[in-house]
RNA sequence: GCGGGCGUGGCGAAAUCGGUAGACGCGCCGGCCUUAGGAGCCGGUGGGCCCAGGCCCUUGGGGGUUCAAGUCCCUCCGCCCGCACCA
């Protein structure tokens, strides 16, 4: 067990309510385990671990300094998101719709001078070793649509006025001859440079300042009209030496690819809008009458001796070497992703365990000191700067290398950071001389099944897999992937169907639950209750029916157990499979049996607890039914029925079992089937005429096909079909069905 | 727009490899037990015919492959999720 708690909420009730975060999470991890022992979740509790505690936070910045000192950590002026109510930054992926993901808040961008860990250089092996992993396919896919890889060229493009080259990627190199004009992105450091002197340098400055005030959202919007100012320029195609006018627009991206892009509107659809509007010449480079703008494949044209007629995906093989051979250009590779951003400025996190020294600049605070503790404040307020700034005494300390003045880093890290190892330190929860111990590691990793909603798919997840394969790289573990098997689960929603929330009152609280229906019920219920990588919703009269499965299974084994039933059941005695059952009792044995194999094969294979469930109560249900069976039969399935019930009712399941048995049900090993028990004698052969069934009869199991057939035809639906019709060919499906085709 | 997923009774769902559609549970109907039943036990329950033996229809719509399709293929419709000016 582990909780993530540095963060957000805990900040923001402190700021509610006054009370220190520290003592707001201890108390909220004091109800976690409260609760967890009443719904009987029965886990490793040596190994609990917290991520605001010291013992915790100082291995998160241990690892922090072994990343910067690789380079993976490091500081720089960016454009970044800011959150105007949670007065923080944000990574990326933290930003949804243009909104902060915590708080629903419209983000700004900010340039700011931030820490970020350098996750786009594993981008291609964050990619490629996604083929490795037993993963669902949508999680897979959430993770490629991210990192965003792009295959192209880099094609250099020259302002010959100022003499400045230009390069931009290109996934079409393809369509470079029919590139009739150059945009660049209103945040490209070179815009007023090049504006400069001309008639449109006002122009210019006022859309940039515009373009730079627009919040996430609205510069985002898909649908928004193009529109872009000329910045008075011209540059040089590479390959034909065409002059063509440069603009800036907010339509270009200054963080993918160079922040400047060749426009080519006949083959392509944003720059076709920006041509249309701006009534550039349009020309067509690929294909021969398809409407433009036309995106698909077909034979070059209006381009060059060199290449016209050639396929358009050949053409670009041979302009990308040809670029090459000019110097003009290079194969070259793009990625959506961005490299993560993991300052904070606020004050419920991990340090950040640098200093900052006039003389030295950034110093890393020496292991030997860690953990830098976060000190205590009044006032936890987010000012736009974190609230740590408050706490001089602490903020002023000296330089770890030259010994003079210094200032702490105030900022706090994004607490991703704190989950993206903790399944490290499971391995080794005590270990105070180091994160862990590298053999003891290399004993417990990878994680065999990992378990978590999906929407972790794109941060926690992507997150750890960086952060092992950095430290895989440092040889600190011995793994490329944290997760080799991963199961996204479904959401218990509200009795309306609705995610459960405060604001809508539809919120299931477990005190009451467990009080009316037992843990047991409703952990059973839980798992009943569909699939489990479903979302379901809450409903009392479903537990309520699991209720009575478990109550119906009680009053069995306490009938057998207390004599009613049992006049020797006063005397508990193991569950064992009777030698020779017959007739009801044979009957259940083979259900006992076939419930065994099934509910195990169920759990194990494919996460159907639902289905296993169903099997225990079509058992039970058999019991109730066959009550003339013999003792040993319906003890044996009863008990049978206790076992195979433990891990979803564990406290009814014991105590049924311990009544039978007298033994505890935890300390036996899991049932097995008796294989000869699985199979019956009979089986109904089911016969179909022309693929309709029309009769099911008793047949031998294992009999052969002609055994098989002759029942068939001797079953009295099947006669009075076959009257008057040839049979033209039998299809036999042993031990299960018959279809006879007739015409 | 691109990518992924889903669509089965009144409801949650099952059918695991192309082989009996609807297991199991909820709800509903009936019976037993009972002073009583909001307890318990037993039975019924997709729709429509019916000479009571059966027959026809049915897995979002349409088409196809097959002896056989909820399952495979094509197509259309609807819903959900992810990404989205990424050059």
Same mark, same amino acid.
């Given at each position: 067990?582990?909780?993530?708690?540095?963060?957000?909420?805990?900040?923001?009730?402190?700021?509610?309510?006054?009370?220190?975060?520290?003592?707001?999470?201890?108390?909220?991890?004091?109800?976690?385990?409260?609760?967890?022992?009443?719904?009987?979740?029965?886990?490793?509790?040596?190994?609990?671990?917290?991520?605001?505690?010291?013992?915790?936070?100082?291995?998160?910045?241990?690892?922090?300094?072994?990343?910067?000192?690789?380079?993976?950590?490091?500081?720089?002026?960016?454009?970044?998101?800011?959150?105007?109510?949670?007065?923080?930054?944000?990574?990326?992926?933290?930003?949804?719709?243009?909104? !902060?993901?915590?708080?629903?808040?419209?983000?700004?961008?900010?340039?700011?001078?931030?820490?970020?860990?350098?996750?786009?250089?594993?981008?291609?092996?964050?990619?490629?070793?996604?083929?490795?992993?037993?993963?669902?396919?949508?999680?897979?896919?959430?993770?490629?649509?991210?990192?965003?890889?792009?295959?192209?060229?880099?094609?250099?493009?020259? !302002?010959?006025?100022?003499?400045?080259?230009?390069?931009?990627?290109?996934?079409?190199?393809?369509?470079?001859?029919?590139?009739?004009?150059?945009?660049?992105?209103?945040?490209?450091?070179?815009?007023?440079?090049?504006?400069?002197?001309?008639?449109?340098?006002?122009?210019?400055?006022?859309?940039?300042?515009?373009?730079?005030?627009?919040?996430?959202?609205?510069?985002?919007?898909?649908?928004?009209?193009?529109?872009?100012?000329?910045?008075?320029?011209?540059?040089?195609?590479?390959?034909?030496?065409?002059?063509?006018?440069?603009?800036?627009?907010?339509?270009?991206?200054?963080?993918?690819?160079?922040?400047?892009?060749?426009?080519?509107?006949?083959?392509?659809?944003?720059?076709?809008?920006?041509?249309?509007?701006?009534?550039?010449?349009?020309?067509?480079?690929?294909?021969?009458?398809?409407?433009?703008?036309?995106?698909?494949?077909?034979?070059?044209?209006?381009?060059?001796?060199?290449?016209?007629?050639?396929?358009?995906?050949?053409?670009?093989?041979?302009?990308?070497?040809?670029?090459?051979?000019?110097?003009?250009?290079?194969?070259?590779?793009?990625?959506?992703?961005? *490299?993560?951003?993991?300052?904070?400025?606020?004050?419920?996190?991990?340090?950040? &365990?640098?200093?900052?020294?006039?003389?030295?600049?950034?110093?890393?605070?020496? *292991?030997?000191?860690?953990?830098?503790?976060? &000190?205590?404040?009044?006032?936890?307020?987010?000012?736009?700067?974190?609230?740590?700034?408050?706490?001089?005494?602490?903020?002023?300390?000296? !330089?770890?290398?030259?010994?003079? &003045?210094?200032?702490?880093?105030?900022?706090?890290?994004?607490?991703?950071?704190?989950?993206?190892?903790?399944?490290?330190?499971?391995?080794?929860?005590?270990? *105070?001389?180091?994160?862990?111990?590298?053999?003891?590691?290399?004993?417990?990793?990878?994680?065999?099944?990992?378990?978590?909603?999906?929407?972790?798919?794109?941060?926690?997840?992507?997150?750890?897999?960086?952060?092992?394969?950095?430290?895989?790289?440092?040889?600190?573990?011995?793994?490329?992937? &944290?997760?080799?098997?991963?199961?996204?689960?479904?959401?218990?929603?509200?009795?309306?169907?609705?995610?459960?929330?405060?604001?809508?009152?539809?919120?299931?609280?477990?005190?009451?639950?467990?009080? @009316?229906?037992?843990?047991?019920?409703?952990?059973?219920?839980?798992?009943?209750?569909?699939?489990?990588?479903?979302?379901?919703?809450?409903?009392?009269?479903?537990?309520?029916?699991?209720? @009575?499965?478990?109550?119906?299974?009680?009053?069995?084994?306490?009938?057998?157990?207390?004599?009613?039933?049992?006049?020797?059941?006063?005397?508990?005695?193991?569950?064992?499979?009777?030698?020779?059952?017959?007739?009801?009792?044979?009957?259940?044995?083979?259900?006992?049996?076939?419930?065994?194999?099934?509910?195990?094969?169920?759990?194990?294979?494919?996460?159907?607890?639902?289905?296993?469930?169903?099997?225990?109560?079509?058992? +039970?249900?058999?019991?109730?039914?066959?009550?003339?069976?013999?003792?040993?039969?319906?003890?044996?399935? /009863?008990?049978?029925?206790?076992?195979?019930?433990?891990?979803?009712?564990?406290?009814?399941?014991?105590?049924?079992?311990?009544?039978? /048995?007298?033994?505890?049900?935890?300390?036996?090993?899991?049932?097995?089937?008796?294989?000869?028990?699985?199979?019956?004698?009979?089986?109904?052969?089911?016969?179909?005429?022309?693929?309709?069934?029309?009769?099911?009869?008793?047949?031998?199991?294992?009999?052969?096909?002609?055994?098989?057939?002759?029942? !068939?035809?001797?079953?009295?639906?099947?006669?009075?079909?076959?009257?008057?019709?040839?049979? +033209?060919?039998?299809?036999?499906?042993?031990?299960?069905?018959?279809?006879?085709?007739?015409?």
């Amino acid at each position: 067990m582990g909780y993530d708690a540095f963060g957000l909420p805990a900040e923001n009730n402190a700021i509610k309510t006054g009370v220190h975060p520290r003592d707001a999470t201890n108390q909220s991890i004091g109800a976690f385990r409260h609760w967890f022992h009443r719904w009987g979740i029965s886990i490793d509790w040596s190994r609990e671990i917290a991520s605001h505690e010291p013992s915790y936070y100082r291995w998160t910045q241990w690892i922090f300094l072994r990343m910067f000192e690789r380079g993976l950590a490091y500081r720089k002026e960016a454009a970044v998101n800011w959150c105007p109510n949670d007065q923080t930054v944000l990574a990326n992926e933290q930003v949804v719709d243009g909104r !902060c993901e915590r708080c629903g808040a419209l983000v700004e961008v900010r340039q700011l001078e931030q820490w970020f860990f350098r996750i786009t250089d594993y981008a291609d092996r964050l990619l490629d070793d996604l083929d490795r992993i037993d993963w669902p396919r949508h999680v897979k896919t959430m993770q490629r649509n991210w990192i965003g890889r792009s295959v192209g060229a880099q094609v250099v493009f020259r !302002c010959e006025e100022l003499e400045i080259d230009y390069p931009v990627f290109t996934t079409r190199p393809d369509t470079l001859f029919g590139a009739t004009f150059f945009v660049m992105a209103p945040e490209h450091p070179d815009v007023f440079k090049l504006a400069a002197g001309t008639e449109h340098e006002h122009a210019v400055h006022e859309y940039v300042n515009k373009a730079l005030n627009e919040s996430v959202e609205e510069r985002g919007a898909a649908e928004k009209p193009k529109t872009g100012v000329p910045l008075g320029r011209t540059v040089t195609n590479p390959v034909n030496g065409e002059e063509i006018p440069m603009f800036v627009a907010d339509y270009v991206l200054m963080e993918y690819g160079t922040g400047a892009i060749m426009a080519v509107p006949a083959h392509d659809e944003r720059d076709f809008a920006f041509a249309q509007v701006y009534r550039l010449p349009i020309r067509r480079v690929v294909g021969t009458d398809e409407e433009l703008p036309y995106t698909g494949d077909g034979p070059i044209v209006n381009s060059s001796p060199l290449f016209d007629g050639m396929h358009n995906r050949r053409a670009y093989e041979a302009i990308v070497h040809w670029l090459e051979l000019e110097a003009k250009g290079r194969p070259s590779v793009n990625y959506r992703l961005r *490299d993560w951003l993991l300052s904070r400025q606020r004050y419920w996190g991990c340090p950040i &365990p640098v200093v900052y020294c006039e003389r030295d600049g950034i110093v890393p605070v020496p *292991d030997a000191d860690l953990p830098v503790a976060l &000190p205590d404040v009044e006032d936890f307020q987010p000012k736009g700067r974190s609230p740590l700034a408050a706490a001089t005494d602490w903020v002023n300390t000296t !330089c770890p290398s030259c010994g003079g &003045p210094a200032r702490r880093e105030t900022d706090t890290m994004d607490t991703f950071v704190d989950s993206s190892w903790y399944f490290l330190r499971y391995c080794d929860a005590h270990n *105070d001389q180091a994160p862990w111990d590298r053999q003891v590691l290399d004993g417990w990793m990878p994680v065999d099944q990992y378990i978590g909603g999906v929407e972790h798919a794109i941060l926690h997840l992507m997150y750890a897999r960086f952060f092992v394969k950095a430290l895989a790289d440092m040889d600190l573990l011995g793994v490329q992937e &944290p997760f080799e098997a991963l199961f996204t689960q479904g959401m218990i929603l509200g009795p309306d169907g609705h995610k459960m929330s405060k604001s809508r009152g539809n919120v299931i609280s477990p005190a009451p639950i467990v009080d @009316r229906f037992g843990a047991d019920a409703a952990r059973a219920y839980v798992l009943f209750i569909g699939p489990p990588d479903q979302d379901a919703a809450w409903s009392d009269t479903g537990v309520e029916g699991v209720e @009575r499965f478990l109550a119906r299974l009680w009053r069995l084994g306490d009938g057998l157990a207390d004599g009613t039933e049992d006049p020797a059941g006063a005397v508990p005695r193991p569950a064992e499979q009777p030698p020779s059952p017959e007739g009801s009792g044979l009957f259940l044995v083979r259900k006992a049996n076939w419930a065994i194999d099934k509910v195990t094969r169920d759990m194990t294979g494919r996460f159907a607890f639902n289905t296993a469930i169903a099997a225990i109560m079509e058992l +039970v249900n058999e019991v109730y039914r066959h009550m003339d069976a013999d003792l040993e039969a319906r003890r044996f399935a /009863t008990a049978t029925a206790a076992s195979l019930v433990f891990p979803f009712a564990p406290h009814l399941g014991t105590e049924v079992y311990e009544m039978l /048995t007298g033994e505890r049900v935890w300390e036996q090993p899991w049932p097995e089937p008796d294989p000869a028990m699985l199979q019956a004698d009979t089986f109904q052969l089911v016969c179909q005429i022309n693929g309709k069934v029309r009769d099911r009869v008793d047949a031998p199991t294992g009999a052969p096909r002609e055994e098989l057939e002759r029942l !068939c035809r001797e079953a009295p639906n099947v006669r009075a079909h076959l009257d008057g019709h040839e049979i +033209v060919k039998i299809i036999v499906v042993p031990d299960k069905l018959i279809n006879l085709v007739v015409r």
